[in-house]
């Protein structure tokens, strides 16, 4: 057996601080090149986004919800609704309501594939998490969608919001332990009182999942079956604590 060459027996330290510079320039000659453009206006961009700082004013953002769903409240505390029978997570939280002109970037996304809009949107969840959080979860899962669904459209929304998430707060993502078993019909194609029976029994946690605290990630929130459910089979998996992060909070009917 031949010797291992000099080489291979040193160890090269990496330079973080270094390697954070590396990237700052980079991202600096980046936006130099191709400054960002606001998706909604056109006007220039800020903070390296695609958002203004007029159309990011004009965000809906949640300023009083509900502790426990992310309902919106005129003030802060526990919804009847919750009251009556609390929901299987923990609590949720969303950044704007469903609403102009937010509705119409979440349209963009889901159904133009337009997956620019995840990074900003994930960017301004993460934001709005970054200075929330009490403690962060163990793992981020977003809402899988089931395979057939995923080879029509190609990406998982969920996904694509839960990358920057994850990234700026530094937590794990997890999108293969948890897996949706059946194509359900889309939610917001029922009726309320369909939709729990609709997404019933459509999740499974696979082996080697063991986190205890879970933060589950996804677009829209409206009734919050979906949530519901998926929060429901993670707590029979042994999940502990779970949050939902949503990037809009919709209102049924509205």
Not at 147 to 152: D, P, Q, S, V, Y
Not at 219 to 231: Q, S
């Amino acid at each position: 057996m031949s010797k291992p060459t000099e080489y291979n027996r040193f160890v090269f330290p990496v330079n973080h601080s270094a390697l954070s510079k590396v990237n700052r320039w980079l991202r600096s000659g980046q936006e130099w090149l191709f400054p960002p453009v606001c998706t909604l206006c056109g006007s220039q961009g800020e903070k390296g986004r695609d958002l203004c700082r007029g159309c990011a004013g004009d965000l809906p953002v949640v300023e009083v919800a509900c502790l426990r769903c992310g309902a919106p409240l005129p003030m802060v505390g526990v919804c009847g609704r919750c009251q009556r029978r609390p929901p299987a997570f923990d609590r949720a939280e969303a950044i704007c309501h469903y609403r102009p002109p937010l509705d119409a970037l979440i349209k963009r996304l889901k159904f133009n594939g337009d997956l620019h809009l995840a990074r900003l949107l994930g960017e301004l969840m993460a934001d709005r998490l970054n200075g929330s959080l009490s403690m962060l979860p163990d793992v981020i899962v977003p809402v899988p969608l089931h395979i057939k669904r995923l080879r029509e459209r190609g990406f998982n929304q969920a996904l694509e919001l839960a990358r920057p998430i994850a990234r700026r707060l530094g937590v794990a993502l997890d999108w293969r332990h948890v897996v949706r078993l059946r194509a359900t019909e889309p939610q917001s194609d029922l009726p309320a009182k369909q939709r729990s029976r609709n997404i019933r029994g459509a999740f499974a946690v696979e082996q080697g999942f063991t986190a205890g605290r879970v933060a589950i990630v996804d677009d829209v929130m409206t009734t919050g079956h979906t949530a519901n459910e998926l929060a429901a089979t993670l707590r029979r998996a042994g999940v502990v604590d779970i949050s939902v992060w949503v990037c809009a909070r919709a209102v049924f009917g509205r």
